[in-house]
């Protein structure tokens, strides 16, 4: 039976009773394999509201168990999340896991792919077979898992095609012998096997943020400092099709130039902060270019007359 949803999440000492030891046992069982995360460290994503709906289904199913069984189901396990890089697919998996109080172990696949014939189902079952007897309930995330499961449409029978079959077919055994938390994440989504397609029970899009996700990750990510609300919404207007993590970027180097601005001589007007930050910075190869970067002379206009600069919350 899974653990009972909470809404302010525990870490795993809390939870075990055993100050100091759970990340250092983890660690020791699955250090070679990925990254530890644990609940206490958990941010909470910012999401648009159809994501947000369905994920409070999810949460609330996996506290539900006992009815789900009476009526011969379970709740649902396998969870593929996909998007733009950027835009807190590993984020939101930290954040799902943590609700339930379990850790997460973070994998990239392109670790996971070994260079010898066989290395890399093997270090599939060599996950899996750790991830079950362990004694945390700890949850799994394949990063860049198109990379792992490719189709296997129009394979020969050359080694390599050999390969990645047998990737696929270690993959849907485990899958299906594995009940904990599992996700995976991808930004190509039509590269993945339809067999393995099919084991994720939840398939779920995480695209660009919205004006109203902007004005929010604005607001969080500017915290200490007291934005006026006309100031965090035209800051938002800019990143129109922007990433949380370039937004979360830009934030960070307003704060930045406040701090070292004045030591270093720099102007630190709202316009001269921005037009420095889009001279170092870019979204990501192949993703839509946010409005800063396509209107520049506009942006810094629209800053300018804004109530500058902001209060630090003492």
Known sequence: MRKDVHLTPKTLDELKGDPGSARSDLEKE???LGVIVMPGEAEAPILTPPVRGALHQWLFEMNSDEDLKAVGLKPRSRCLLSGPPGCGKTTLAHHISARLGVPMLVMQSSEIIGKYLGESARNLS???????RNRYDIALFFDE?????????????EGADNERSNITITLLQEFDRYDGLLFAA???TKDIDPAIWRRFQLQIEIGFPGAAERFAIVRLYMAPFQLQDEVIAALAAIFEDASPALIREGCEAIKRSLVLGPRMKLATDLPSIIERFAASAAASEGMPEPLLWREPRQCLRDLADLPWPPERAA
């Open 30 to 32: 699955f250090g070679s």
């Open 186 to 188: 991808t930004n190509v």
């Open 126 to 132: 060599k996950t899996f077979r750790a991830a079950r």
């Open 145 to 157: 898992f198109d990379a792992l499961a490719k189709s296997r449409a129009g394979l020969g029978s």
